[in-house]
């Protein structure tokens, strides 16, 4: 009983940030950037003009992991208030940096 109780505690520890990649990131970008953002590497079909698509904030030279991580921290006008965990932060960047 013991074994089972065991397995199962630590079946409910949180992944390891290591364990987030692309694929946890698409589904958040989907869902809080998709409507202001282009998120995948070639849209489908021509978009309004929004804010820099997810390929070009990733190719800028300037765009790092921690740079992502300070951007999405903060508060921004044109950007919706949302309070991401740190693994959806690390999964969103994932999949950001992912479309280099």
């Not at 282009?38 to 300037?62: H, K, L, N, W, Y």
Request: proline share 12%; aromatic share 8%.
């Amino acid at each position: 009983m013991r074994r089972l109780m065991a397995i199962f505690l630590v079946l409910l520890l949180p992944l390891p940030v290591a364990a987030q990649g692309p694929n946890d990131g698409r589904p958040l970008a989907e869902r809080w950037c998709m409507a202001c953002h282009v998120i995948e590497r070639e849209p489908p079909t021509a978009v309004p003009d929004r804010g820099p698509s997810f390929p070009v904030i990733a190719a800028r030279p300037s765009t790092t992991p921690e740079s992502l991580r300070r951007y999405l921290s903060t508060g921004h006008t044109h950007m919706p208030d949302f309070a991401l965990s740190r693994y959806e932060s690390d999964a969103l960047i994932a999949y950001i940096l992912s479309l280099r």
